[in-house]
Structures are given as C-alpha cells and as structure tokens.
C-alpha cells in the first residue's frame, strides 16, 4: 500500500483510465514561481480548497501549490447569479458534458441507457456549480460515527466547533440566535423564512396537525432536526460581486457566494492571506511519479498547460483531490490500481490496488419539465399544485422559480 504520508486520496475512487493528452515538450519558461513546493494539491474543489487553505495557513513556512484543470469563474454572472443555476448546469464554460452507456446496470431495458454527466471544470469544482444547500448531518449519525470509529472526537459536540467555524448564518427574520450555529465563519448561509415559500394557507396547519410537528420553528441545521422548514442555502440576498480590485461588476436577488474556493482561498488572498499559497489553473495533471512504496524523495507531478508539458516536484506530500472522476484516473496512469488491468493499457504498474476505479457511488438529478396552457391549471389541482399560489411562479421576483430543493 501506499504509505499515509506519501499520497493522500481526499475523494473517491471512480471512473476508467485513459491515455495522457498528447503534448509538446514545455518551453523554458514555467507557468509556476517555483520548480519544487513543499505541498501540492491537486483539484481546487471542495476538498483541495479546503486543504490548500489550511496547509498554507497553518505552515506559514511552507509553500503551497494547488493545480486544477479548471479556471476562476466565481466572478462571472453565470456562476454568482443563482437564477441562472438551470442554465449553468448546460454550460460548456462550467463543466465536462459525459455520458456513460448502460449507467443503469442489469440486462433490462435500461441496461444499455445513456446517463448524462455533468463535471465541474472551473474553480470551485461541484461547490460552485451545484444548488448551494446547506445541510450538516444530525448529532445521531456524527455519534454513530463516534461509536463506530471508537473515537469520541467524531461524535456531534467534537465536531460542532468545526461546523461553527465554517459558516456565517444570517435569517429573514429576526429569530434569535441558536447556541449551535456559526454566524462568524467564512461560508454565507441563508436561512429563509418559512413564509418566502407562498405556500397554501391551509398547507402548514394541516402538516402540523396530521405530522404533530411544527413548520418553520425547527432550525434543520440544529441538535434535533425533527419538524418541517425552508431548505438552507450557502446564498446572500440582493449581493454584488467585485473583481480582484474590488470594481464592483455585477448584482443579483439572489447570489450565489458559498463555494469552497471563493471561501477559502480567493476571499483570503484577496485580503492580503496565505501569501505562501499559488494557485495553477487551466493545468491537466496526468501522472504522478515517485510515489511507489519503495520511493524516496521528491514526488513529481506531471501536467499539461496550453498544450505544453510540465513537470513540478513536491518535497513532502501530494494531496490528491481531483474528484471522484479525476483521482482514480490520475492514479491509474501513475501506476495505481489493478495491475493487470494495468499492464494490459500498457500503463506500468507501481502498487497493485484492484479496488481503484470501480464502485463509483454517486447521486443523480431528475429533472421533469411539464408545459402548461396557464399557471392557474396548475392551482386548480389540489392535488398536484399542494395549494401553490399560482403567482409565485411567476417573474424572477417570486422565488418558487429558483428554489428546487424546499
């Protein structure tokens, strides 16, 4: 195996290995400040955003490079709008487009359906193109988690302080404050009033009564998430956002400011913050080398920028966090995972790990479109509209049209 402190795996493993992009030899000139780092982060998602940061911050001595293959979009309209999240999730400027064949599994009809697959390629990874709810898992499961590790440090009071830390929560009303939340960190969180909904009037009571559970009281993101509320989002109301400068270049009713990246490194840079820390965008990481069990030294890193290849080293670690698509397909082509599948691509193999780039475990999104003669026909089934008001689905002003996860 590969030892802990050699090569660290933040994401899971999934996807197929392929053959490195063809590139010319780089020219003198290197697109870094630096030949060899102390650290290098491959993948600026949630992840890497979050451990670049924190390397920098606690090593102040050290340098940090963190690559990927994507590019700073956080202050574009189409990324900091939240009305255009449809359309982003289309945008050839924000993501890969894949599909993947017999996605459904089995012999059935389905087996042989096309899946579309939709990868962040921008700064940020799936934190700045996905819905932006906010959610933290209920103090049962963080202290199952305790009890299964045998560790009290993953039960819920250990790691609320973590969870504080990271966000700054704001209310539509003037609620008070719940002793469990951050209001301080550096993720925005929103937390609507149950009333935006425009839900039927006669909805909430007949939840509470039927359910026995009170609606908009329960705070979701709290100790007990038991009752029914609105879905929190890492979103600000009515926002602006700057360029480096701090020009400012664009407004929203809603905006969008909660990725990883945005929190965790370009707000601190741009405040004068983790001066140890480079960033390396638009650079495709095809290999890594040195990173066998026998291997002593520099780890290099192999990558592609403009068509050019590149080489750069890292002294003491590599944090390998380029998703659940990227890593193993970094891994296999350094010579990581199933050995005879590796021999047979004509990759060499380094550290026989079969289990790389299969079980790929993931989510999906199943979008229904319905085309109506007029919005009342919708308020006239009781049934089906759940007493929507039939204007909240009108005009950019109302925000049914915005809101998917309620």
């Known amino acids: ?102 996605a459904m ?39 199952e988690w305790a009890t299964l590790a045998g560790s009290d440090e993953w039960n819920y009071d250990s790691m609320l302080p973590y969870f504080k830390d990271i966000e700054s929560l704001s209310r539509d009303d003037d609620g008070e404050k719940n002793s469990d939340r ?6 925005p969180v929103l937390h609507q009033n149950i009333s935006i909904v425009h839900l039927h009037t006669g909805l909430i009571p007949s939840i509470e009564r039927h359910l026995g559970v009170s609606v908009g009281d329960q705070d979701n993101n709290g100790r007990t998430q038991e009752g029914v509320n609105t879905l929190q989002v890492s979103r600000v109301r009515n926002g602006c956002w700057t360029d480096d400068d701090g020009t400012e270049i664009g407004c929203a009713d809603w ?26 965008e638009g650079s495709k990481v095809v290999k890594l ?28 670690e590599v944090l390998l966090s380029a998703g659940s698509w990227g890593n193993p397909k970094i891994a296999m082509l350094s010579g990581v995972g199933d050995s005879e599948a590796l021999t047979e691509a004509g990759v060499t193999p380094v550290v026989n790990s079969p289990g790389v780039g299969r079980h790929l475990m993931d989510h999906g999104v199943l979008w229904l479109t319905a085309m109506l003669g007029n919005v009342e026909a919708l308020d006239a089934n009781a049934t089906a509209a759940l007493g929507f008001d039939p204007s909240s689905f009108r005009g950019k002003d109302n925000p049914l049209p915005a809101l998917m996860g309620e």
């Not at 939709?118 to 990874?125: F, R, T």
């Not at 840079?269 to 480079?278: A, F, H, P, T, Y």
């Open 1 to 102: 195996m590969i030892p802990p402190s050699r090569l660290l795996l933040l994401a899971a493993f999934a996807a197929s290995a392929s053959s490195p992009s063809s590139a010319s030899d780089a020219p003198e000139c290197r697109p870094t400040s630096l030949d060899a780092y102390d650290y290098v982060v491959i993948g600026a998602g949630t992840a890497g955003s979050v451990a670049a940061s924190s390397l920098a911050s606690s090593l102040p001595t050290s340098s940090v490079l963190l690559v990927d293959l994507g590019r700073d979009r956080s202050d574009t309209a189409d990324v900091m709008n939240n009305d255009r999240f449809a359309d982003m999730m289309q945008s050839p400027n924000c993501e890969h487009h894949f599909t993947r064949e017999g």
């Open 105 to 143: 599994g089995g012999a059935g009809p389905n087996s042989a359906k096309k899946v579309y697959l939709c990868v962040s390629k921008m700064l940020g990874g799936a934190s700045s193109i996905n819905y932006g709810g906010w959610y933290r898992a209920p103090q049962s499961d963080l202290d």
């Open 182 to 187: 951050g209001y301080d960190g550096v993720v």
């Open 255 to 280: 905006m969008r400011n909660g990725s990883a990246y945005n929190a965790f490194v370009r707000d601190p840079m741009r405040s004068g913050g983790l001066s140890n820390l480079e960033v390396l």
């Open 289 to 316: 080398s040195g990173i066998g069990p026998d291997d002593e030294g520099d780890i290099s890193i192999e990558y592609i920028k403009k068509g050019y290849r590149y080489v750069v080293s890292a002294k003491e």
